[in-house]
Protein backbone atom coordinates (compact mmCIF):
# COMPACT_ATOMS: atom_id res chain seq x y z
CA UNK A 1 0.00 0.00 0.00
CA UNK A 2 1.26 3.54 -0.71
CA UNK A 3 1.32 5.33 2.45
CA UNK A 4 1.75 9.34 2.53
CA UNK A 5 2.60 11.28 5.98
CA UNK A 6 2.01 15.16 5.52
CA UNK A 7 1.83 17.99 8.09
CA UNK A 8 4.73 17.03 9.99
CA UNK A 9 8.45 19.02 10.05
CA UNK A 10 10.03 16.03 9.24
CA UNK A 11 11.94 12.69 9.94
CA UNK A 12 14.24 11.91 11.69
CA UNK A 13 12.92 13.51 14.84
CA UNK A 14 14.39 16.77 15.58
CA UNK A 15 11.35 18.39 17.08
CA UNK A 16 9.39 15.86 18.83
CA UNK A 17 5.68 14.72 19.87
CA UNK A 18 4.03 14.38 16.26
CA UNK A 19 7.33 13.84 13.88
CA UNK A 20 8.44 11.01 16.62
CA UNK A 21 5.10 9.56 16.08
CA UNK A 22 5.67 10.05 12.27
CA UNK A 23 8.96 8.82 12.55
CA UNK A 24 8.61 5.73 14.43
CA UNK A 25 5.18 4.71 11.96
CA UNK A 26 6.85 5.47 8.93
CA UNK A 27 9.95 3.11 9.88
CA UNK A 28 7.36 0.63 11.15
CA UNK A 29 5.28 0.58 8.19
CA UNK A 30 7.69 0.65 5.31
CA UNK A 31 9.46 -2.64 7.38
CA UNK A 32 6.16 -4.11 6.86
CA UNK A 33 6.06 -4.12 3.61
CA UNK A 34 4.54 -0.19 2.69
CA UNK A 35 5.33 2.46 0.70
CA UNK A 36 5.55 5.17 2.86
CA UNK A 37 6.48 9.02 1.68
CA UNK A 38 6.95 11.73 4.68
CA UNK A 39 6.80 15.04 3.39
CA UNK A 40 9.57 17.07 5.08
CA UNK A 41 9.49 20.99 5.66
CA UNK A 42 12.06 22.44 3.65
CA UNK A 43 13.61 23.64 6.35
CA UNK A 44 14.41 20.26 7.89
CA UNK A 45 18.77 19.73 8.36
CA UNK A 46 17.92 16.03 6.93
CA UNK A 47 19.38 16.21 3.40
CA UNK A 48 18.75 12.23 2.05
CA UNK A 49 15.85 11.40 0.12
CA UNK A 50 15.56 8.38 1.94
CA UNK A 51 15.79 7.55 5.95
CA UNK A 52 15.49 3.14 6.76
CA UNK A 53 13.90 2.81 3.92
CA UNK A 54 11.02 5.57 4.35
CA UNK A 55 10.78 8.29 1.19
CA UNK A 56 11.33 12.10 2.01
CA UNK A 57 10.12 14.88 -0.33
CA UNK A 58 11.04 18.38 1.08
CA UNK A 59 7.64 20.80 0.48
CA UNK A 60 8.11 24.58 1.03
CA UNK A 61 7.37 25.78 4.41
CA UNK A 62 6.88 29.70 4.80
CA UNK A 63 7.74 29.75 8.48
CA UNK A 64 10.59 31.96 8.34
CA UNK A 65 8.22 34.67 6.36
CA UNK A 66 4.82 34.48 8.60
CA UNK A 67 5.61 32.59 11.99
CA UNK A 68 5.66 29.00 13.20
CA UNK A 69 1.73 29.12 14.15
CA UNK A 70 -1.50 29.32 11.92
CA UNK A 71 -0.99 30.32 8.67
CA UNK A 72 2.46 29.35 7.93
CA UNK A 73 1.13 25.51 8.80
CA UNK A 74 -2.06 25.17 6.74
CA UNK A 75 0.08 26.42 3.87
CA UNK A 76 2.75 23.97 4.66
CA UNK A 77 -0.12 21.63 5.00
CA UNK A 78 -1.97 22.15 1.55
CA UNK A 79 1.70 22.18 0.05
CA UNK A 80 2.23 18.59 1.43
CA UNK A 81 -1.27 17.73 0.30
CA UNK A 82 -0.47 18.95 -3.32
CA UNK A 83 2.19 17.09 -3.68
CA UNK A 84 0.22 13.83 -2.36
CA UNK A 85 -2.06 14.40 -4.77
CA UNK A 86 0.28 14.87 -7.43
CA UNK A 87 2.33 11.82 -6.77
CA UNK A 88 -0.10 9.35 -5.37
CA UNK A 89 -3.22 9.26 -7.02
CA UNK A 90 -3.56 7.09 -10.05
Known amino acids: MKIAIAGTR ?11 CAEY ?3 LLTE ?4 VIV ?3 HYHPYENTEF ?5 VKCYNPENK ?3 AGISSMIFCVCG ?4 KRRMCF
Do not use: D
Not at 10 to 20: A, S, V
Not at 52 to 56: A, C, D, L, S, T
Not at 81 to 84: G, T
Open 52 to 56: KGVQI
Open 66 to 68: IGT
Open 10 to 20: GIPNNYGGFEQ
Open 81 to 84: MLFV
Open 25 to 27: LSV
Open 39 to 41: YNS
Open 32 to 35: MGHE
